[in-house]
T-cell receptor, first 114, second 110 residues
């Protein structure tokens, strides 16, 4: 088990559904990240939050909407997803959003779009 | 565009063998290089390297960075079946983004 907790572990949803992925860490980290990982591919950065503010959006479609309610929580709201959005969604955190500190990953949410 | 390339793509070894994994990079304003191990779920952090020529060790794993030739290697000695995983190399560069290589899939047979 990791110190970054993601829920749910698995999610199956239709293209018209609205759902949310949740990520929580209690390490006092002030940077949090969402990644998308397709099978046999490396993680691809989606969003970076630094001190609860969105600092990087890697041109992610608007059907993915991130939210950082406080320094411990990160959500990813999903709406009108496409089958190609099926993937493992990983959350990560680090003490700050800089290169001197490693990111720690959660176990991910495996998302399937029907 | 930042680029991180790992080789080989995959390899199969037997328990007790030594493996060497390679990671080369072309990035703007290199800051640090990280190695992760990914089994079925979360990538787990192994090493962070910022200085050339200084080997980092953890048990049977070790890694070193060459900032002149722009590469790093990860060594695993006396491999065990539990070392079977995908090993990911990632580089922090300008823009505060972590760019991952494609990974090397290692299978250790008994």
């Amino acid at each position: 088990d990791t110190e970054v907790t993601q829920t749910p572990k698995h999610l199956v949803m239709g293209m018209t559904n609205k759902k949310s992925l949740k990520c929580e860490q209690h390490m006092g980290h002030r940077a949090m990240y969402w990644y998308k990982q397709k099978a046999k591919k490396p993680p691809e950065l989606m969003f970076v939050y630094s001190y609860e503010k969105l600092s990087i959006n890697e041109s992610v479609p608007s059907r993915f909407s991130p939210e950082c309610p406080n320094s411990s929580l990160l959500n990813l709201h999903l709406h009108a997803l496409q089958p190609e959005d099926s993937a493992l969604y990983l959350c990560a955190s680090s003490p700050r959003d800089n290169s001197n500190q490693p990111q720690h990953f959660g176990d991910g949410t495996r998302l399937s779009i029907l | 565009e930042d680029k991180v390339v790992q080789s080989p793509l995959s390899l199969v070894v037997h328990e007790g063998d030594t493996v060497t994994l390679n990671c080369s990079y072309e990035v703007t304003n290199f800051r640090s290089l990280l190695w992760y191990k990914q089994e079925k779920k979360a990538p787990t952090f192994l090493f962070m390297l910022t200085s050339s020529g200084i080997e980092k060790k953890s048990g049977r794993l070790s890694s070193i960075l060459d900032k002149k030739e722009l590469f790093s290697i990860l060594n695993i000695t006396a491999t065990q079946t539990g070392d079977s995983a995908v090993y990911l190399c990632a580089v922090w560069a300008a823009g505060n983004k972590l760019t991952f290589g494609g990974g090397t899939r290692v299978l250790v047979k008994p």
